[in-house]
């Protein structure tokens, strides 16, 4: 037979209990105005968004200052993209997503057809060594499958046209390594 357990537990008392009641609208008010207050400075630090003649819009992350990539030229970059609430999506040189890529490149040419035209136009005059944040809309972006540069993966690039067919816009992020101009006997360094 087993032995009758019996609780001296005490309720607690009501009196006692402290329960803490919501933020007042006053600390609501001041955290979302610091809130703002540094939103605003960050943006301000990033620097300004600029806009090219036909309506792309970039944001210059660090001035290269080596050669000047021009149409026709081929670019050696590292490149991330997101979209625009900040998910990544796929990158190349940075080592993300257990990728063992660090420091790699990947060759574009920026000869029209061959880029969506949001990231052709947004490295036309950039220099080496730069940094450009480049906002790739719908309208602007990738229109084909073929077009460079290609997702690692089948599922980064049905999550790309994904975000572009829902009107989406996609951050693509770009250091340029290296500019080589197109000759006629092949690609020069200058």
Request: net charge positive.
């Amino acid at each position: 037979m087993l032995p009758k357990i019996t609780s001296k537990r005490q309720p607690a008392a009501a009196a006692k209990l402290v329960i803490p009641s919501g933020p007042s609208s006053k600390n609501l008010d001041q955290a979302l105005r610091k809130g703002e207050a540094r939103r605003e400075e960050l943006e301000r630090a990033a620097g300004p968004i600029r806009r090219t003649s036909t309506g792309i819009k970039y944001r210059e992350m660090e001035v290269g200052t080596g050669k000047e990539a021009d149409s026709n030229d081929f670019c050696e970059v590292s490149y991330q993209m997101f979209t625009q609430n900040g998910l990544y999506l796929d990158s190349v040189g940075y080592g993300q997503e257990s990728k063992k890529d660090l420091g790699e490149t990947v060759r574009l040419h920026l000869q029209s057809g061959e880029l969506p035209e949001a990231i052709r136009l947004g490295l036309l005059g950039m220099k080496e060594g730069g940094k450009r944040r480049i906002e790739v809309a719908a309208n602007n972006g990738w229109t084909d499958k073929a077009m460079a540069p290609t997702p690692s993966y089948p599922a980064v690039q049905r999550r790309i046209f994904r975000v572009i067919d829902r009107r989406g816009v996609i951050l693509f992020e770009v250091e340029l390594k290296k500019v080589l101009r197109a000759t006629s006997e092949g690609l020069r360094v200058s």
